[in-house]
């Protein structure tokens, strides 16, 4: 047998080659290098579902907001640097709301997702599910709420949501609810104060709620840039801006919250409790966001759980 001969390549022979092993590299994500315009907590929670960036643009509120640590305040975080795609979010104002998948096919190349919520929609258990529920029926909240505990396909405790279409004309952006049990995570209130500024000024930010009183605002303005881009700058709107904000603090830790529709869309997507919960909790949380919201500004209701089929709820 003859000697191996050595390869010899020209410049731009090695050029192709270099260009190959760069673009190799490339396509390996490096979880640690990602989110770092997000605050820790927020980034630590996307890495460890191992959610890329440009899955955030086609996954709806609910499918973000049931990852294990991130709540409402933090979805505002994301969302402001990862906006939603408009062909999906267009889908949910046409008909159904629609999930990520439907949009997207999910990619195969890349490290398997912890979380498979996109890998197996025509799973036995899933398909099994969707069989129960009747697309062309409304059926009434209690209905709904026994029909999504019982197509839950997941085995931890999911989060139930309710997604609203609301009326574009009415222009509806915000409501105050008291929920009667508690739906999620307990949030994290705080009142402004001179020791607070200086947490944020360290970058340490271990608030959902920030409440202020009127005088304390013009110390606040300049705080503005790092706390409005996470929807945590205090507004009167939303009620944090308050004379009396001690009292704030304990109807906000008592349940009561700001549900907000999405910036470019007459959509709401509001976490109502868990499966879990007893029925008529459930049954009592949706009725007490149905009244904050009113009847007369939500053209159709769904119901979900994590993972498993809507459920259309007559109002």
């Given at each position: 047998m003859g000697k191996k001969k050595d390869v010899v390549m020209d410049a731009s022979q090695e050029a192709v080659?270099?260009?190959?092993?760069?673009?190799?590299?490339?396509?390996?994500?490096?979880?640690?290098?990602?989110?770092t315009d997000l605050a820790p907590h927020v980034a630590e929670a996307l890495r460890g579902a191992r959610v890329k960036p440009e899955q955030l643009a086609t996954m709806a509120d609910g499918e973000i907001t049931s990852i294990e640590g991130i709540n409402d305040t933090a979805l505002e975080e994301i969302r402001a640097k990862y906006p939603a795609d408009v062909a999906a979010?267009?889908?949910?104002?046409?008909?159904?709301?629609?999930?990520?998948?439907?949009?997207?096919?999910?990619?195969?190349?890349?490290?398997?997702?912890?979380?498979?919520?996109?890998?197996y929609r025509h799973g036995k258990a899933i398909m099994a599910a969707k069989s129960?529920?009747?697309?062309t029926k409304f059926y009434s909240v209690e209905e709904a709420v026994k029909l999504v505990k019982a197509t839950n396909t997941t085995k931890f405790d999911a989060t139930v949501t309710l997604h609203l279409n609301l009326n574009p004309k009415e222009k509806l952006t915000r409501a105050e609810v008291t929920f009667p049990h508690m739906a999620g995570a307990a949030k994290r209130v705080a009142i402004v104060s001179d020791e607070l500024?200086?947490?944020?000024?360290?970058?340490?930010?271990?608030?959902?709620?920030?409440?202020?009183?009127?005088a304390f605002m013009p110390k606040l303005a300049k705080y503005a840039r790092v706390l409005g881009p996470k929807g945590l700058m205090p507004n009167p709107k939303s009620g944090t801006v308050t004379p009396n904000p001690e009292a704030k603090a304990k109807?906000?830790?008592?349940?009561?919250?700001?549900?907000?529709?999405?910036?470019?869309?007459?959509?709401?997507h509001i976490t109502?409790?868990?499966?879990?919960?007893k029925p008529e909790e459930l049954v009592a949380n949706i009725m007490a966001l149905v009244e904050a919201v009113k009847r007369k500004n939500i053209t159709k209701a769904v119901l979900a759980a994590t993972m498993s089929p809507g459920v259309k709820v007559q109002l």
């Open positions: 080659v270099s260009e190959k092993k760069v673009a190799k590299k490339k396509s390996m994500t490096i979880w640690e290098e990602l989110y979010e267009a889908a949910k104002v046409e008909g159904e709301i629609v999930t990520a998948d439907e949009v997207k096919e999910e990619k195969k190349a890349g490290p398997k997702p912890a979380n498979h919520r996109h890998l129960k529920v009747d697309r500024l200086k947490d944020i000024d360290a970058g340490k930010i271990e608030f959902d709620i920030l409440l202020t009183t009127p109807e906000f830790a008592g349940g009561k919250t700001v549900v907000k529709a999405e910036p470019k869309f007459p959509l709401m109502v409790g868990k499966v879990g919960q």
